[in-house]
Each structure stands twice: as structure tokens, then as C-alpha cells.
């Protein structure tokens, strides 16, 4: 059963930044739309951002834009967000995951049409 990977998490101040990758080894992500989601403790996932194959992407947290870029390298079938000027209400685990009903992203982010979670990488922005 193929699972991506996430990493990059880790602890920083507000302010700072971070670049998460979601690694899916021998997984060919070509045909497929990537989505980072994020669920903070006592609260529902959301999503966060989306990439399609032909590098359209999508950012769904109106906070996140301009500080966050999502990025993809098909040939090492991995998918990444670069995070900056970190806040703390961006503390949350992170995931991703693939939508296997589409490679365009959509406008708002579905849960059920992704598969292949990770395990999720925490981030947390704390002084």
C-alpha cells in the first residue's frame, strides 16, 4: 500500500521558517494533485494547499497566502511547502496526501477524494 512521508517539522519562533517535503518513494506523483492538510489539536483537519500535475496550485487559508508556496519535483516524487513568517496559530500537524479523483486542484480543498496519508510531521511556532 503506497504512504507518503512527510518531514521537516520541527519547533521554531514566530517569525521564522520551515520547509516540509512529502516523499513517496517508487510512487510515480505525475498524474496526480498533492495537497498539504493541517489539524491542530481539539480541531477538524483542513486543508492547507494544493498542487496539480501542470503546477497549478491552490492555497485554501486566507492567513497563509504570501507566506506559504507549495512546490512539487515529479522526478523525486516529491511535494513540498515552504513556510515563512511562521505564527503560532500555524501550529498543527501536517499531512499530505494524494486526490486520486483529479490532477487539476480544486477550489476547495475534499477530503475523501485523497488517499495515501502520511503519518504527518509536527510543527510547532511557539516563543
Same mark, same amino acid.
Given at each position: ?6 518531514? &521537516?517539522? &520541527?519547533? *521554531? ?7 516540509l517535503?512529502?516523499?513517496a518513494? &517508487? ?22 494547499s494544493? *498542487?496539480?500535475? #501542470? ?10 497566502? &504570501? ?50 496519508? /502520511?503519518? /504527518?510531521?509536527?510543527v510547532? *511556532? #511557539?516563543?
Amino acid at each position: 500500500q503506497v504512504q507518503f512521508v512527510e518531514s &521537516g517539522g &520541527g519547533l *521554531v519562533q514566530p517569525g521564522g521558517s520551515l520547509r516540509l517535503s512529502c516523499a513517496a518513494p &517508487g510512487f510515480t506523483l505525475d498524474y496526480y494533485a498533492v495537497a498539504w492538510f493541517r489539524q491542530a489539536p481539539g480541531k477538524e483537519r483542513e486543508g492547507v494547499s494544493c *498542487v496539480g500535475h #501542470s503546477d497549478d496550485k491552490q492555497y485554501y487559508v486566507d492567513s497563509e497566502k &504570501g507566506r506559504f508556496t507549495i512546490s512539487r519535483d515529479n522526478a523525486k516524487s516529491t511535494v513540498y511547502l515552504q513556510m515563512s513568517n511562521l505564527k503560532p496559530e500555524d501550529t498543527a500537524v501536517y499531512y499530505c496526501a494524494a486526490n486520486l479523483m483529479r490532477s487539476v486542484c480544486g477550489s476547495h480543498p475534499v477530503s475523501h477524494e485523497y488517499a495515501y496519508w /502520511g503519518q /504527518g510531521t509536527q510543527v510547532t *511556532v #511557539s516563543a
